[in-house]
């Protein structure tokens, strides 16, 4: 059996995926690094590492006007993340006995990561892109919680002059 270890350095601010062999897989936070271990008796894995974020859901608007109720008129509120980014990478790994997987994102001429590793690999994708479905999106998030401040602004408006007249 061949045990393969990645390690992910990237910053806590990205919600990435690491798919092996097309199975998610969870790893252990250690500061600024996420580690994977993953056992295989196969010869070559592919190893897939993209994000995710929360404006691609097609039920966002309900999220932020739920978040907005439960964060006490958006004062609490978590909000969402404003990056637009869209980080893909690929690459088919040759397995040894015990092989190191060190992979980083930097941004560097639209490719996003750079890996170290025991042997040899292939990269299949790897690439950034701005996702312009994504800034608009955050621009209709920011009208409807401006539009559900002045609604919150004219039900609290009229219960106050109900009790007064």
């Not at 006007?65 to 978590?78: A, C, K, L, T, W």
Request: aromatic fraction near 12%.
């Amino acid at each position: 059996m061949n045990n393969f270890r990645l390690t992910l350095n990237t910053p806590s601010k990205l919600a990435m995926v690491v798919l092996i062999d097309g199975k998610t897989i969870r790893g252990k936070k250690k500061r600024d690094k996420t580690i994977y271990n993953f056992n295989t008796t196969k010869n070559m894995i592919d190893v897939n590492i993209f994000n995710v974020v929360e404006l691609d859901s097609p039920v966002w608007w309900l999220w932020s006007i739920f978040y907005f109720i439960i964060g006490i008129f958006g004062i609490f509120d978590r909000g969402f993340g404003k990056m637009t980014d869209r980080i893909e990478c690929a690459f088919r790994v040759s397995m040894a006995d015990n092989v190191n997987m060190s992979v980083g994102t930097w941004y560097k001429d639209n490719s996003v990561c750079t890996v170290q590793c025991d042997t040899m690999y292939k990269e299949i994708k790897n690439k950034v892109w701005q996702d312009d479905s994504l800034k608009k999106k955050i621009k209709l998030n920011k009208l409807l919680r401006v539009g559900l401040w002045l609604v919150s602004i004219l039900v609290i408006v009229a219960i106050v002059l109900k009790e007064v007249l």
